[in-house]
């Protein structure tokens, strides 16, 4: 192990990959906080474009990934946000189809080859207004990985880029990735489906990232090494047991956990049907923040359709008609748009001097699977987090007042019959108390509820109803029907 004096052992520990110094000024680390207008929908304020922020969408093969960042694309782009949607899939580029593009611009297969010298002249317009594409047409996959040249080359056009937000639809296989967006501050993203396979391959994904994220600030350490096997066990423990453990190494366990923090991952459920599905994929994002110690929200989930399957055709965004799926979609770009400007700074700045650049940098790390040689099964079985009562999905305003004084219009997501799901700016504090009040609904019912998951960087916050029972069966009643598209609500 090596020995750091306490004063030092945090920025040892916590050192970025390149030397920010040399990034352009232009590149700033953060876009100032999106404002709603009177319509509920989110918008960046006018004249506020500072550089782009980065999303990576991921998910097992088959499950949906480019059409969700095909249409998460277009709502972003529909917020007056100029948007860059990247197809890094070489193997099985589909995005300029989706588009109805016949012939895109030659974009990575130019850029790989080095015909072109910026990722701006590699751009596809599409129909979609703000909404600009990089395909992967007719790029032969290089031998991968990628010559570490050639990936800091890409990763430098990316940062380049003139967009607010860049949206990546990365390969499923980690033997296929090309550059490593993440090094970046790129969101991660996994589209994953309710059944096992699928939910088991998140965790894998997300299991692997931890590990690179252990690796990037502790890495030198017998510790973190310690750590990082016993999370690649078949039967590991909790993270909260597994940080217990280095409360010897008081310096060593903060930057760890200060990493673990700012992790940014979120999943979306795509092709579920019914709300007991739908708690399957609430139950891997619980699994997932008790066992690796990151917070994976469920930003959303879109219903099994024909209209949003790939085989339509175009984005169902591209349409005209309005649908649940089309609302879920628009929610979750929303809540992306609050989610990027909350994420950490990169580990890494293209442009930074030559001898500041670590070998490892920006690279692609290898993946559990790669270690594991197959997908690995869950820690304990997904029942174990299914709540008791069944979630609905709705789109309802209500009135929050707690009994500090603090008083909010909140946004209800979701109902059961034990709590609610609400969302506001500024957020909620954990363990808060309170009366909400659904000034929707018929009679305008309350419930005194408690705040018992509060996820800041998404406004979101869980609230456990109190009582009177009586009235949350009704509310929840009302969620049901609402969820199988009955009449709740009265006519705007």
């Known amino acids: 192990m090596i020995g750091l004096a306490p004063t030092a052992a945090m920025d040892e520990l916590t050192r970025p990959r390149f030397d920010p110094s040399s990034a352009l000024s232009s590149r700033a680390r953060a876009l100032r906080r999106v404002t709603m207008l009177k319509t509920g929908r989110w918008h960046l304020p006018l004249g506020t474009r500072q550089g782009a922020r980065f999303i990576a969408v991921t998910g097992s093969r088959g499950v949906g990934k480019s059409t969700i960042a095909a249409n998460l694309a277009i709502a972003l782009a529909g ?134 994220e252990v690796d990037h600030v502790a890495g030198a350490t017998a510790e973190a090494a310690a ?27 903060t930057v760890i956990r200060q990493a673990l923090n700012s992790f940014g991952g979120r999943l979306i459920g795509n092709r579920v049907h019914g709300p007991t599905q739908a708690d399957l994929l609430h139950a891997a994002s619980r699994l997932l923040g008790d066992y690796l110690g990151i917070s994976v929200p469920l930003l959303g989930t879109t219903s099994v359709s024909e209209n949003i399957g790939a085989g339509a055709g175009t984005p169902l965004l591209m349409g005209t008609g309005i649908d649940r799926n089309v609302r879920a979609l628009h929610a979750m770009a929303e809540l992306l748009m609050i989610d990027i ?52 999905p709705v789109d309802w305003h209500a009135r929050y007042v707690s009994d500090a004084g603090r008083d909010l219009d909140v946004r209800v997501v979701d109902v059961s019959q034990g709590g609610v799901s609400i969302e506001a700016i500024p957020s909620f504090d954990l363990g808060q108390r309170g009366l909400l009040t659904f000034t929707q609904l018929p009679g305008q019912p309350q419930l005194s509820v408690t705040i018992v998951d509060a996820r800041r960087p998404m406004g979101r916050a869980g609230l456990r109803f109190d009582g009177p029972r009586v009235v949350a069966q009704n509310v929840a009643g009302m969620a049901r029907a609402a969820a199988r598209g009955g009449a709740v609500l009265p006519p705007a």
């Not at 990082?228 to 190494?249: C, D, I, N, T, Y």
């Open 227 to 253: 750590l990082v096997s016993a999370l690649m066990q078949p039967a590991p423990r909790a993270m909260g047991a597994l940080l217990a453990a280095l409360e010897g190494k008081p310096d060593l366990q």
């Open 341 to 392: 400007n909350e994420l950490e700074a990169p580990h890494c700045v293209p442009g930074a001097r030559p001898e500041a650049v670590s070998p490892r940098c920006c690279l692609p790390g290898r993946s559990a699977r790669d270690e594991a040689g197959e997908q690995p099964a869950l820690p304990v079985p997904l029942g174990t987090y299914m709540r008791r009562f069944p979630r609905y």
């Open 79 to 212: 917020l007056r946000a100029r948007v860059v949607l990247i197809d890094l899939d070489l193997r099985r580029p589909t995005l300029h189809r989706l588009f109805g593009i016949q012939a895109p611009v030659s974009g990575l297969r130019a850029l790989l080859e080095a015909q072109v010298e910026t990722m701006e002249q590699a751009l596809t317009p599409t129909a979609v207004r703000n909404l600009f594409l990089v395909s992967a047409e007719g790029a032969r996959p290089p031998e991968l990985p990628a010559q570490p040249e050639q990936q800091h080359r890409l990763l430098e056009q990316v940062w380049d880029l003139d967009a607010d937000i860049v949206i990546a639809d990365v390969p499923a296989a980690a033997e296929d990735e090309l550059v490593d967006l993440f090094a970046l501050g790129a969101l991660r993203v996994v589209v994953a489906s309710p059944d096992s396979r699928s939910v088991r391959s998140a965790y894998d994904y997300f299991r692997s990232e931890v590990v690179r």
